[in-house]
Protein backbone atom coordinates (compact mmCIF):
# COMPACT_ATOMS: atom_id res chain seq x y z
CA UNK A 1 0.00 0.00 0.00
CA UNK A 2 2.77 2.47 0.85
CA UNK A 3 4.26 1.75 -2.37
CA UNK A 4 1.20 2.62 -4.33
CA UNK A 5 0.30 5.84 -2.33
CA UNK A 6 4.28 7.08 -2.78
CA UNK A 7 4.17 6.10 -6.68
CA UNK A 8 0.80 8.20 -6.74
CA UNK A 9 1.75 10.87 -5.48
CA UNK A 10 4.96 10.79 -8.17
CA UNK A 11 2.18 10.91 -10.54
CA UNK A 12 0.10 13.65 -9.23
CA UNK A 13 2.84 15.58 -8.65
CA UNK A 14 4.61 14.91 -11.97
CA UNK A 15 0.71 16.19 -13.84
CA UNK A 16 0.26 19.28 -11.66
CA UNK A 17 4.05 20.10 -12.78
CA UNK A 18 3.04 19.69 -16.49
CA UNK A 19 -0.41 21.37 -16.36
CA UNK A 20 1.69 24.53 -15.12
CA UNK A 21 4.55 24.36 -17.27
CA UNK A 22 2.06 23.81 -20.48
CA UNK A 23 -0.53 26.83 -19.05
CA UNK A 24 2.40 29.57 -18.66
CA UNK A 25 3.53 28.41 -22.25
CA UNK A 26 -0.32 29.21 -23.59
CA UNK A 27 -0.38 32.47 -21.90
CA UNK A 28 -0.09 35.27 -24.27
CA UNK A 29 3.16 37.77 -23.29
CA UNK A 30 2.45 41.82 -23.41
CA UNK A 31 3.77 43.36 -26.63
CA UNK A 32 6.11 46.20 -25.46
CA UNK A 33 6.19 49.28 -27.70
CA UNK A 34 10.00 50.05 -29.11
CA UNK A 35 11.39 52.63 -27.50
CA UNK A 36 13.35 55.33 -29.00
CA UNK A 37 16.91 55.32 -28.61
CA UNK A 38 18.22 58.15 -26.40
CA UNK A 39 20.60 60.54 -28.46
CA UNK A 40 24.40 60.38 -27.22
CA UNK A 41 25.64 63.17 -24.41
CA UNK A 42 27.82 65.55 -26.15
CA UNK A 43 30.14 66.79 -23.29
CA UNK A 44 30.83 70.72 -23.40
CA UNK A 45 32.03 71.92 -20.44
CA UNK A 46 31.41 75.47 -20.03
CA UNK A 47 33.34 77.09 -17.15
CA UNK A 48 31.84 80.61 -17.26
CA UNK A 49 28.53 79.17 -15.23
CA UNK A 50 28.18 76.83 -12.55
CA UNK A 51 26.31 73.83 -13.68
CA UNK A 52 23.80 72.53 -11.73
CA UNK A 53 23.51 74.99 -9.38
CA UNK A 54 20.06 76.19 -9.93
CA UNK A 55 17.61 75.66 -7.50
CA UNK A 56 14.30 75.89 -9.32
CA UNK A 57 13.88 73.67 -12.90
CA UNK A 58 13.98 75.71 -16.06
CA UNK A 59 16.49 78.41 -14.73
CA UNK A 60 19.38 79.53 -15.61
CA UNK A 61 22.99 78.02 -14.02
CA UNK A 62 24.47 81.37 -11.91
CA UNK A 63 27.57 82.65 -13.86
CA UNK A 64 30.80 82.17 -11.93
CA UNK A 65 33.07 85.62 -10.85
CA UNK A 66 36.09 85.97 -10.65
CA UNK A 67 38.41 84.23 -8.36
CA UNK A 68 39.22 87.28 -6.14
CA UNK A 69 35.14 87.69 -5.20
CA UNK A 70 35.45 83.83 -3.14
CA UNK A 71 36.81 83.62 0.07
CA UNK A 72 39.65 81.91 0.55
CA UNK A 73 38.64 79.18 2.79
CA UNK A 74 36.80 78.18 -0.09
CA UNK A 75 39.79 76.94 -2.08
CA UNK A 76 41.03 75.24 0.94
CA UNK A 77 38.10 72.58 0.47
CA UNK A 78 39.71 70.99 -2.56
CA UNK A 79 42.71 70.68 -0.74
CA UNK A 80 44.13 66.77 0.94
CA UNK A 81 43.41 66.50 4.52
CA UNK A 82 46.13 66.91 7.13
CA UNK A 83 48.16 63.98 7.98
CA UNK A 84 48.50 63.32 11.88
CA UNK A 85 52.05 64.86 11.76
CA UNK A 86 50.73 67.98 10.37
CA UNK A 87 48.37 68.43 12.94
CA UNK A 88 50.54 66.83 15.68
CA UNK A 89 53.19 69.84 14.29
CA UNK A 90 50.09 72.76 14.41
CA UNK A 91 47.78 71.82 17.12
CA UNK A 92 44.18 72.41 16.38
CA UNK A 93 40.55 71.13 16.82
CA UNK A 94 40.70 68.68 14.11
CA UNK A 95 43.40 66.66 15.64
CA UNK A 96 41.33 66.63 19.21
CA UNK A 97 38.37 65.69 17.36
CA UNK A 98 40.53 62.83 15.05
CA UNK A 99 41.85 61.54 17.89
CA UNK A 100 38.52 61.36 20.74
CA UNK A 101 37.04 59.37 17.68
CA UNK A 102 39.72 56.65 16.94
CA UNK A 103 39.98 56.39 20.64
CA UNK A 104 36.54 56.11 20.77
CA UNK A 105 36.56 53.45 18.47
CA UNK A 106 39.45 51.52 20.08
CA UNK A 107 37.37 51.79 23.54
CA UNK A 108 34.55 50.38 21.82
CA UNK A 109 36.77 47.27 20.35
CA UNK A 110 38.29 47.02 23.41
CA UNK A 111 35.52 46.67 25.72
CA UNK A 112 33.85 43.94 23.17
CA UNK A 113 36.71 41.74 23.64
CA UNK A 114 36.69 42.19 27.18
CA UNK A 115 32.81 40.95 26.85
CA UNK A 116 33.64 37.95 25.16
CA UNK A 117 36.60 37.02 26.98
CA UNK A 118 36.54 38.17 30.80
CA UNK A 119 39.36 36.08 31.35
CA UNK A 120 41.32 38.61 29.13
CA UNK A 121 40.16 41.59 31.17
CA UNK A 122 43.36 42.71 33.00
CA UNK A 123 45.41 42.16 29.44
CA UNK A 124 43.54 44.32 27.59
CA UNK A 125 44.24 48.18 28.39
CA UNK A 126 42.61 50.82 26.94
CA UNK A 127 44.86 53.30 24.81
CA UNK A 128 47.23 55.60 25.33
CA UNK A 129 47.05 59.15 23.44
CA UNK A 130 50.53 57.99 22.01
CA UNK A 131 49.00 54.52 20.82
CA UNK A 132 45.93 56.27 19.41
CA UNK A 133 48.12 58.63 17.18
CA UNK A 134 50.80 55.70 15.85
CA UNK A 135 46.97 53.93 14.73
CA UNK A 136 46.19 57.11 12.90
CA UNK A 137 49.51 56.99 10.97
CA UNK A 138 49.24 53.02 10.12
CA UNK A 139 45.96 54.02 8.22
CA UNK A 140 47.35 57.29 7.12
CA UNK A 141 50.01 54.89 5.31
CA UNK A 142 47.30 52.29 4.55
CA UNK A 143 45.12 55.05 3.00
CA UNK A 144 47.66 56.67 0.93
CA UNK A 145 49.06 53.22 -0.74
CA UNK A 146 45.70 52.58 -1.58
CA UNK A 147 44.83 56.12 -3.11
CA UNK A 148 47.87 56.13 -5.32
CA UNK A 149 47.36 53.17 -6.76
CA UNK A 150 43.76 54.27 -7.30
CA UNK A 151 45.06 57.74 -8.94
CA UNK A 152 47.71 55.26 -11.22
CA UNK A 153 44.97 53.08 -12.72
CA UNK A 154 42.17 56.46 -13.31
CA UNK A 155 45.43 58.01 -15.52
CA UNK A 156 46.09 54.85 -17.29
CA UNK A 157 42.28 54.30 -17.69
CA UNK A 158 42.33 58.22 -19.09
CA UNK A 159 45.32 58.27 -21.26
CA UNK A 160 43.86 55.21 -22.93
CA UNK A 161 40.89 57.02 -23.23
CA UNK A 162 42.49 59.99 -24.78
CA UNK A 163 44.48 57.39 -27.08
CA UNK A 164 41.46 56.02 -28.23
CA UNK A 165 39.19 59.36 -29.03
CA UNK A 166 42.62 60.47 -31.12
CA UNK A 167 42.91 57.65 -33.27
CA UNK A 168 38.78 57.99 -33.91
CA UNK A 169 38.83 61.70 -34.18
CA UNK A 170 42.16 62.78 -34.29
CA UNK A 171 41.13 64.92 -31.98
CA UNK A 172 43.27 64.63 -28.96
CA UNK A 173 47.08 63.94 -28.87
CA UNK A 174 47.87 61.11 -26.81
CA UNK A 175 49.32 61.20 -23.62
CA UNK A 176 47.37 64.33 -22.60
CA UNK A 177 44.97 63.60 -18.94
CA UNK A 178 41.50 63.81 -19.82
CA UNK A 179 39.82 65.92 -16.97
Known amino acids: YNEYKSYLSMVLS ?8 TTRCLVAKPVLPAVARKQPRVCKPDFTKCQGAAVLEGEE ?6 DEDY ?13 IDEHIKKPD ?4 NKMRY ?6 KRIMKLRHRHPELAKELAFPS ?13 MRAG ?14 RAAEEIAARKGGIEPGRNLR
Do not use: C, H
Request: aromatic fraction near 8%.
Open 61 to 66: DPVLGP
Open 71 to 83: PDWLWALADRPKT
Open 102 to 107: VKKMMN
Open 93 to 96: KDLF
Open 129 to 141: DEEVIDRIRQYEQ
Open 146 to 159: QDAAKNEFILSIRN
Open 14 to 21: LIVRRSIS
